[in-house]
């Protein structure tokens, strides 16, 4: 059973426009929900994170949109640019981050030149 | 570099022989976890310790693996008779583990392991 959802699995955007992936969870017990960004070779590292007592977070380009009637969280990248290229994967986790992470299955994003 | 460290990078090995991975995470941490990524995929959590205390195993570490963390500090896990679905990525992470506020993992590079 896959408790985090996350799609598109692939993405390509133009450099200068906006990048939206999307994740749905099931488990109401998640009160913690980070995006983490994966180059290859690397480690997945930190991009920015929420819990579900705030609807937005913003971080420089990056924002998380939080709905959590519907369950689901989408990470927009505004104003892409060709070092955003990369696997990001959203995550949740109980106990405000004090337990194991659940990923999704990750989305590749190519931004294009 | 203050950030996780893993060691080795990569490592070949061929089936049924027994590898050991270590990682070493950001001073003061008190948490380490323990996670496997396979190629198209997110990573999977395996296990992680609070301090030297082993508190949780996902059922994916079959009885082939174990892990330990001496003294709290860096950890190892072995792998015995490894098998081709071994093959993997490996990542460490660590976090501060102490209350208040969120907690935040920081990754290594992982340890890729290849077994033929």
């Known amino acids: 059973q896959q408790q985090v959802k996350q799609s598109p699995q692939s993405l390509i955007v133009q450099k200068g426009g906006i990048s939206i992936i999307n994740c749905a969870y099931e488990n109401t017990a998640f009160d913690y929900f980070p995006w983490y960004q994966q180059f290859p070779g690397k480690g997945p590292a930190l991009l920015i994170a929420?819990?579900?007592?705030?609807s937005e977070k913003k971080e420089g380009r990056f924002t998380i949109s939080f709905n959590k009637s519907a369950k689901q969280f989408s990470l927009h990248i505004m104003d892409s640019q060709p070092g955003d290229s990369a696997t990001y994967f959203c995550?949740?986790?109980?106990?405000?981050?004090?337990?194991?992470?659940?990923f999704g299955k990750g989305t590749m994003l190519l931004v294009s030149p | 570099d203050t950030g996780v460290s893993q060691d080795p990078r990569h490592k070949i090995t061929k089936r049924g022989q027994n590898v050991t991975f270590r990682c070493d995470p950001i001073s003061e941490h008190n948490r380490l976890y323990w996670y496997r990524q396979t190629l198209g995929q997110g990573p999977e959590f395996l296990t992680y310790?609070?301090?030297?205390?082993?508190?949780?195993k996902s059922r994916l570490l079959s009885d082939r693996f174990s892990a330990e963390r001496p003294k709290g500090s860096f950890s190892t896990l072995e792998i015995q008779r490894t098998e081709q679905g071994d093959s993997a990525m490996y990542l460490c992470?660590?976090?501060?583990?102490?209350?208040?506020?969120?907690?935040?993992?920081?990754f290594g590079p992982g340890t890729r392991l290849t077994v033929l």
């Open positions: 992470a660590s976090s501060l583990g102490t209350s208040g506020g969120t907690d935040t993992q920081y």
């Open positions: 310790f609070q301090n030297e205390a082993q508190l949780e």
């Open positions: 995550a949740a986790s109980y106990e405000s981050g004090y337990s194991t992470l659940t």
């Open positions: 929420i819990r579900p007592d705030v």
